[in-house]
């Protein structure tokens, strides 16, 4: 079941399109919710259960440069709405799908990507806040995200899920972020943790309390983290690419 929100329209220009054709070619049956009113659950259970995962995306833009101006002034119209209309989709639009996919149906897993997922999958600048946000994947407490021209990632893990192999146990594939509780074997930390990392409530008093860290792969056999400081869970990840090193939360 994709949630996007953007219009459907089936065209390439319009990435959740593009997705769903890869899905439906790879076999499989594709569920599309557009533009969901957000204000409750109940328009997310418009297609019945999914019975894989929920993929979620903000839509082709980040949500708050999609509703704001750079003076932070409401836009007016929407580009990839019906009509241009405005105000069809919320504020960190990933964020808050994920929280509805999650009421509507809390035993099914949820897969985040698009730009917005992407972009922030990683602890960065907030333009909107003025401060720095912590990684998207603990804020929308999605079990993976998919960062990048993810097609290719998101087959094979619709295939590992259809072959009912548990969400928790995909972590090797390339391109994704996910949050666990404790650093899994073969990690290492690619740095100790900044003040950015720690969380309001102050610095854990010891190195070994329960922080996040993000898991980052970068070049093939290297899997990298980063210690964070928020506690009670930790993040982890397996970057693409070959050339650069992974990113870190």
């Not at 969901?36 to 440069?65: C, H, R, Y």
């Not at 391109?175 to 930390?189: C, E």
Request: charged share 25%; aromatic share 8%.
């Amino acid at each position: 079941m994709l949630v996007t929100g953007d219009a459907y329209i089936d065209h390439p220009s319009f990435g959740m399109a593009v997705i769903g054709r890869t899905l439906e070619a790879q076999g499989f049956r594709v569920g599309i919710i557009a533009q969901p009113d957000w204000q409750s659950a109940e328009p997310f259970k418009a297609l019945g259960k999914p019975n894989l995962f929920w993929g979620v995306t903000a839509g082709n833009m980040d949500s708050m440069i999609n509703c704001y101006t750079a003076d932070r002034k409401i836009r007016s119209d929407d580009a990839y709405t019906p009509g241009a209309e405005g105000n069809r989709r919320p504020d960190r639009a990933a964020i808050v799908y994920s929280q509805r996919c999650r009421e509507a149906y809390k035993d099914v897993p949820i897969v985040l990507g698009g730009i917005e997922g992407s972009l922030r999958r990683i602890a960065h600048y907030d333009y909107w806040s003025d401060k720095v946000r912590r990684s998207i994947v603990v804020d929308a407490k999605c079990d993976l995200l998919l960062f990048g021209n993810a097609e290719r990632a998101l087959v094979e893990v619709a295939h590992r899920l259809a072959a009912r192999e548990p969400v928790e146990n995909i972590t090797d594939v390339r391109g994704t972020a996910f949050v666990r509780r404790s650093t899994p074997g073969g990690w290492f930390d690619l740095a100790p943790p900044t003040s950015i990392d720690w969380p309001p409530t102050g610095r854990p008093q010891a190195p070994n309390d329960d922080a996040r860290r993000l898991h980052v792969q970068g070049l093939p056999g290297t899997r990298r983290a980063r210690r964070r400081g928020d506690p009670g869970a930790v993040g982890a990840g397996r970057g693409r690419g070959d050339g650069g090193g992974g990113a870190a939360c």
